[in-house]
């Protein structure tokens, strides 16, 4: 998934927000392309309204218009003005223009317009370069477009740019218990949600979620789903049925593969994972647990897919806890915390917003991190300085 990623592929601008550029890019033209008026009014020589007052206008012959999309309007000499738009061609001769705003109609000569103001030469022109020459790096590689890049690809005429692909990546949820959201349950049955969250992490850290399916603890049901997966994909993130029950159809089938590893971790939650192959595309299965499944994404998966797709990591934060808080021994624990403002030391308080269960999955949607407590820390006092990982 690393080397694909770092490939370049060409897409159309519309389709790039986010991507991350694969190669600088520099103007083919000048921006502005060519010289034009700032404001609607009038373009003049400036000799020709430099002593100009509202109790002595300039008196002006009009010789035309120009309008933004027309060519070249007629030229200006020492006496004459052209009323222009913004974004017009300023016409040869003018070197300035006089807002609309300093000019009124001459009561005596309806070709004429009197100007009330001086203006300096330049003012109110834009000029090829302002913005950018010819060549100049515009965005450099390495940038996670947004709007603003895109306007600037499309002013300087790019139809299309060199990003670094997306990883695609299919995710299959298992669990016979599992009920799509809306649907009516049966005893013992719940609405499903590792499958919906985990494709829109993946989507918002730079995947294309090719696939997003769902099996039941059933072998064939899950192999055919696994098929299904890997037929477009660089990775397939599974989740649940991997720890020690009965019914682990993901252990399962994917345990004994070559090069495969299940085993339990020292964080909490997020204790069993596992990663496998199938037809040659590498599977990386997280607890089912809604709560371990997020956090393992976050801790473990998220990093990877971020180098991946060239965008910079997420960077942790520091916070004080707002109260007391407990963690197991011998495990790293991510607790979910809402950040709240300064607590006067220069940082936010961060206030977990319940307890360790990995069955909590309400309570997560309060929080903004996962404040890290190391493995052999077994209590933290309210107050206590924490480094938290911004979800
Ligand atoms: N004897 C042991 N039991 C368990 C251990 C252990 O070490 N020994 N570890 C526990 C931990 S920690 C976790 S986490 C879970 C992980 O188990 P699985 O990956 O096998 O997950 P499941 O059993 O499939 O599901 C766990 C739980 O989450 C619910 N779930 C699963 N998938 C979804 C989904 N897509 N949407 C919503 N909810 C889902 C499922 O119904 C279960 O309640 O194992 C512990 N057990
Ligand atoms: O991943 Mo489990 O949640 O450690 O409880």
Same mark, same amino acid.
């Given at each position: 998934m690393l080397a694909r990623a770092a490939q370049s592929t060409r897409l159309p601008l519309a389709a790039c927000p986010d991507s991350v550029l694969a190669r600088d890019l520099r103007a083919a %033209? =000048?921006? $502005?392309l060519f010289v034009n008026s700032q404001m609607d009014g009038y373009a003049v020589r400036s000799a020709a309204v430099a002593?100009?007052? $509202? =109790?002595a206008p300039a008196r002006l012959r009009v010789v035309g218009a120009v309008h933004a999309g027309d060519g070249p309007g007629p030229g200006v000499d020492d006496d004459e003005a052209c009323k222009i738009m913004t974004g017009a061609p300023v016409p040869e001769g003018a070197d300035c223009v006089v807002p609309v705003e300093d000019t009124s109609p001459d009561p005596d000569d309806d070709s004429a317009v009197l100007v009330r103001a001086p203006r300096a030469r330049g003012e109110f022109v834009r000029s090829p370069g302002d913005d950018v020459r010819t060549g100049d790096v515009v965005i450099p590689a390495g940038v996670q477009l947004r709007a603003r890049h895109l306007a600037a690809a499309a002013s300087l005429g790019e139809s299309a740019l060199d990003v670094r692909p997306r990883p695609r990546v299919g995710v299959v949820a298992t669990g016979s218990e599992l009920v799509a959201p809306g649907r009516p349950l049966g005893p013992g049955q719940i609405w499903e949600s590792n499958s919906l969250t985990l494709t829109a992490a993946l989507k918002a850290c730079g995947?294309? %979620?090719?696939a997003t399916l769902t099996s039941g603890d059933d072998r064939d049901e899950f192999t055919a789903a696994l098929d299904s997966a890997v037929s477009d994909a660089d990775l397939v993130v599974t989740v649940g049925a %991997? #720890?020690?029950? !009965? &019914?682990?159809v993901v252990r399962q089938v994917l345990?004994? /593969? !070559?090069?495969a590893r299940f085993a339990p971790i020292a964080?909490?939650?997020?204790g069993p994972q596992g990663m496998s192959t199938w037809r040659d595309t590498p599977v990386v299965c997280l607890p089912g647990n809604p709560v371990s499944a997020l956090v393992s994404f976050v801790v473990l998966l998220r990093p990877v897919i971020l180098e991946a797709v060239g965008r910079s990591p997420v960077q942790p934060v520091r916070a004080r806890l707002s109260r007391d808080v407990t963690s197991p021994a011998g495990k790293v624990q991510f607790l979910r915390a809402a950040l709240g403002p300064d #607590?006067? &030391?220069g940082i936010p308080v961060a206030e977990p917003v #319940?307890?360790?269960? #990995?069955?909590?999955v309400a309570s997560m949607? /309060?929080? =903004?991190v996962l404040v890290e407590i190391p493995a052999d820390v077994t209590s933290l006092a309210a107050g206590t300085e924490v480094e938290a990982i911004p979800l």
């Open positions: %033209v =000048d921006l $502005p002593e100009a007052s $509202p =109790d995947c294309e %979620v090719t %991997v #720890s020690m029950g !009965d &019914a682990e345990e004994g /593969r !070559d090069g964080m909490q939650p997020g #607590s006067g &030391a #319940s307890g360790p269960g #990995s069955h909590l949607a /309060r929080a =903004d």
